[in-house]
């Protein structure tokens, strides 16, 4: 646009002239001794421009000629930084796609190569995000080390370098060094939104609730964080907050909410929490109820089915107009039957809970209509409902009414290991009527124990003490027990000796 402005200008300034020129026939005398010259106005004119062109052309000739050797550094220079621009280009795209081998051999050629200071920073930061994904943290303290002294005179690259080692120490949850980088970048600013959110999430690491509210805070204002992300750190911060400042800092701090979020689930169950326990029943179930009207959560009406007997019925009343909006919730039922029953309206509760399990069989329903027919002397419907309970819960898996324990494995006992050896030397000639016995115990004993009827005495070989046999052993296992038979496995034969 603006060398067709010029170009305009001059095509006005040459018809100008020559429209004056026209008019004005006169003559031009140049006087030099020896020499008289004398020209027409119009030829002088042009003599001059064409004198002009003609020294100018010489005189940027010349430039040209004289400057060559610059401009051929400069050439090179301009050829390695683009070479530079796009070797950076590639490794940063190798990193992006999680080529990180390769992306670190592209960078480190290029930091041992290049002589800009970004290109450098720049470098440095990818080669050690490379080396921080492959796990490598020598390495990318290393890369860091060399973007750092890189940027040691630039303030901006200096920024730029600590929110990047910020991200880097908040994935390995080293979030108070994250911190110490990230609190001097912090200025409320627009411009630092993302520094704003590494501080915000190294605040949520270290648990500081009081820090992540306001920030969270700040974001939103800023619309640097989405309302869906916002509201869930504000609730759990807020919530946190209420409970740690108990009921001396509990006006203050409620009065720093807005009426949006005093409703949110946690911080209303809080806000209830702390105002019970400063024995305000009555202001906790106005705030259970204000978040209860925007919303019916489950645990919010848990939390306001547990009420004390002087508002049982105010509560009731409150429930049966949420119930009328919406009549199937299961919730809801579970609720109104919690209150009856602490009203001791025994009819009431047991239509709500009945139909509230019947929507929802739950391990809560059914557990207060167990407690429910246990207060009315049903025992044998409380113990139904207690039982459906237990089952809801899955943690007792269903056992048979009749079950036989699995043989015990005595094959390596030492003990019966002496016994085979002197079975097989002096073998048993009684035979005796066969008895019913364990299948634990049918390896231990030998064929003349096994037969021996209850009540019998059968001698073992070579002198062994003999013992009777009781209808009592019959059925248990005769293997010893580890570490209680010490009498027992203390006269044992051992590697299966002989005695």
């Known amino acids: 646009?603006?060398?067709?402005?010029?170009?305009?200008?001059?095509?006005?300034?040459?018809?100008?002239?020559?429209?004056?020129?026209?008019?004005?026939?006169?003559?031009?005398?140049?006087?030099?001794?020896?020499?008289?010259?004398?020209?027409?106005?119009?030829?002088?004119?042009?003599?001059?421009?064409?004198?002009?062109?003609?020294?100018?052309?010489i005189?940027?000739?010349?430039?040209?000629?004289?400057?060559?050797?610059?401009?051929?550094?400069?050439?090179?220079?301009l050829r390695a930084r683009k070479r530079d621009h796009e070797q950076l280009e590639k490794g940063w795209l190798l990193v992006l796609e999680g080529r990180y081998a390769q992306a670190e051999q592209e960078l480190s050629r290029l930091l041992g190569r290049t002589k800009s200071v970004n290109t450098r920073v720049l470098a440095g930061l990818a080669l050690a995000r490379a080396c921080h994904h492959e796990g490598e943290l020598a390495r990318r303290d290393e890369a860091l080390a060399l973007a750092r002294a890189a940027a040691a005179t630039d303030a901006g690259l200096k920024d730029v370098w600590a929110t990047a080692v910020a991200e880097m120490y908040l994935d390995q949850n080293r979030a108070q060094e994250a911190l110490a980088l990230l609190q001097p970048?912090?200025?409320?600013?627009?411009?630092?939104?993302?520094?704003?959110?590494?501080?915000?999430?190294?605040?949520?690491?270290?648990?500081?609730?009081?820090?992540?509210?306001?920030?969270?805070?700040?974001?939103?204002?800023?619309?640097?964080?989405d309302r869906e992300h916002a509201l869930p750190l504000i609730a759990q911060s807020a919530s946190e907050r209420l409970r740690a400042g108990g009921a001396e800092g509990f006006r203050a701090l409620w009065g720093e909410l807005k009426s949006e979020e005093k409703v949110l689930p946690e911080v209303a169950l809080a806000a209830a929490h702390v105002?019970?326990?400063?024995?305000?029943?009555?202001?906790?179930?106005?705030?259970?109820?204000?978040?209860?009207?925007?919303?019916?959560?489950?645990?919010?009406?848990?939390?306001?089915?547990?009420?004390?007997?002087?508002?049982?019925?105010?509560?009731?009343?409150?429930?049966?107009?949420?119930?009328?909006?919406?009549?199937?919730?299961?919730?809801?039922?579970?609720?109104?039957?919690?209150?009856?029953?602490?009203?001791?309206?025994?009819?009431?509760?047991?239509?709500?809970l009945q139909r509230s399990v019947s929507l929802q069989g739950d391990v809560h329903g059914y557990a207060l209509l167990g407690n429910l027919y246990d207060r009315l002397g049903?025992?044998?419907?409380?113990?139904?409902?207690?039982?459906?309970?237990?089952?809801?819960?899955?943690?007792?898996?269903?056992?048979?009414?009749?079950?036989?324990?699995?043989?015990?494995?005595?094959?390596?006992?030492?003990?019966?290991?002496?016994?085979?050896?002197?079975?097989?030397?002096?073998?048993?000639?009684?035979?005796?009527?066969?008895?019913?016995?364990?299948?634990?115990?049918?390896?231990?004993?030998?064929?003349?124990?096994?037969?021996?009827?209850?009540?019998?005495?059968?001698?073992?070989?070579?002198?062994?003490?003999?013992?009777?046999?009781?209808?009592?052993?019959?059925?248990?296992?005769s293997a010893p027990i580890p570490g209680v038979d010490v009498s027992q496995t203390s006269d044992r034969p051992k590697g299966g000796e002989h005695r």
């Not at 409320?188 to 500081?208: E, F, I």
């Not at 306001?214 to 939103?220: F, I, K, P, S, V």
Request: charged share 20%.
């Open 1 to 57: 646009m603006r060398t067709w402005f010029w170009t305009l200008v001059v095509l006005a300034l040459a018809v100008g002239l020559g429209v004056v020129l026209k008019e004005h026939s006169g003559n031009v005398l140049i006087v030099a001794q020896p020499w008289r010259i004398e020209l027409s106005l119009t030829l002088a004119v042009l003599l001059l421009v064409a004198g002009f062109v003609i020294l100018y052309a």
């Open 59 to 77: 005189i940027r000739v010349m430039v040209f000629i004289t400057s060559g050797p610059e401009r051929f550094r400069s050439w090179r220079g």
């Open 185 to 225: 970048l912090h200025d409320g600013s627009a411009k630092r939104a993302n520094a704003t959110r590494l501080l915000l999430k190294a605040h949520q690491q270290l648990g500081n609730a009081d820090q992540t509210f306001e920030l969270t805070r700040q974001l939103m204002r800023r619309n640097a964080i």
């Open 275 to 352: 105002q019970q326990l400063a024995g305000h029943d009555d202001e906790a179930g106005k705030i259970l109820e204000a978040s209860l009207n925007v919303r019916l959560d489950a645990r919010l009406l848990n939390a306001y089915a547990q009420s004390p007997a002087e508002q049982v019925s105010r509560r009731i009343n409150k429930a049966e107009t949420w119930l009328k909006t919406d009549p199937d919730n299961a919730a809801l039922l579970a609720a109104l039957g919690q209150l009856c029953l602490v009203g001791q309206l025994w009819g009431p509760g047991e239509r709500y």
């Open 378 to 477: 049903r025992t044998d419907e409380a113990r139904k409902y207690w039982r459906l309970a237990s089952g809801v819960t899955g943690l007792l898996p269903a056992l048979q009414s009749s079950s036989v324990l699995p043989a015990a494995d005595t094959r390596a006992d030492p003990e019966r290991l002496a016994i085979d050896d002197l079975d097989a030397v002096n073998p048993v000639a009684e035979t005796v009527s066969a008895v019913p016995q364990a299948a634990s115990a049918a390896d231990y004993f030998d064929e003349s124990t096994a037969a021996a009827p209850a009540g019998t005495t059968v001698s073992r070989p070579e002198g062994r003490p003999a013992a009777p046999i009781t209808e009592f052993d019959e059925y248990f296992d």
